[in-house]
């Protein structure tokens, strides 16, 4: 009995180290999925992996701006949970940074929540960060920023316009004479033409988004 006893925790034993050795090639062994990739964008795919949001925020805000954007990004497919770090992303001073934050902040946000993005769309001194506020609340169908959106219709740069009038039609759903290209004036028109259409529609507007399908 003792010599089975012997060999019971010999092959315990073994087994054991067979499975530590295992785990051991598994996790050394390189991923294909991160094949091709900078040690910089392996590190940080790695903690959105591991869904460590603090570590994220931390490297959004680093000195390096390249991999501040590449944690936005990462930030922007983790969910709502991505919004409390996302937001002073949204406010810092390098622009490539911002425009990242926009995006990523409309794929983590409900409508309800997208405030920072009507302030970002109005306020931010980059067409290229309006732009992509513009489109984020095109997507998240962000009807209770209309009034933003109406502004942005004479916005300085003609991206931005275009990219809130596709939003204004699409929330609508109503056709509306407008062109980017027209005239300040003539585009201020329109812009109150809108305006009052939204006054009269808005509930309507409302009601269809909630109870559609659409619904974010």
């Known amino acids: 009995m003792p010599e089975r006893k012997v060999l019971l925790y010999v092959l315990l034993a073994v087994a054991g180290v067979l499975a530590a050795a295992l785990l051991w090639r598994m996790l050394s062994r390189p991923d294909a999925s991160l094949a091709g990739l900078s040690a910089e964008e392996v590190r940080i795919e790695r903690l959105r992996r591991a869904g460590d949001v603090a570590a994220l925020a931390a490297e959004a805000g680093s000195g390096r701006e390249e991999t501040a954007v590449l944690a936005v990004r990462a930030l922007g497919r983790l969910g709502p949970g991505a919004i409390g770090p996302l937001a002073p992303a949204l406010k810092d001073p390098r622009e490539r940074v911002r425009a990242s934050a926009a995006v990523a902040f409309g794929r983590v946000a409900t409508r309800e929540r997208a405030a920072p993005l009507a302030e970002a769309l109005a306020k931010d001194p980059s067409a290229r960060v309006r732009a992509a506020a513009a489109t984020a609340l095109h997507e998240m169908l962000a009807y209770n920023h209309m009034e933003a959106l109406l502004g942005a219709l004479n916005d300085d740069s003609r991206g931005v316009r275009q990219r809130a009038f596709r939003a204004v039609a699409e929330i609508t759903g109503v056709e509306v004479r407008y062109s980017p290209d027209a005239s300040p004036a003539d585009r201020l028109r329109a812009a109150e033409q809108m305006r009052r259409m ?13 109870s559609g399908p659409a619904r974010r």
Request: aromatic letters at 16%; glycine letters at 0%.
């Open 198 to 210: 939204w006054k009269r529609i808005a509930p309507i507007v409302r009601e269809y988004h909630e």
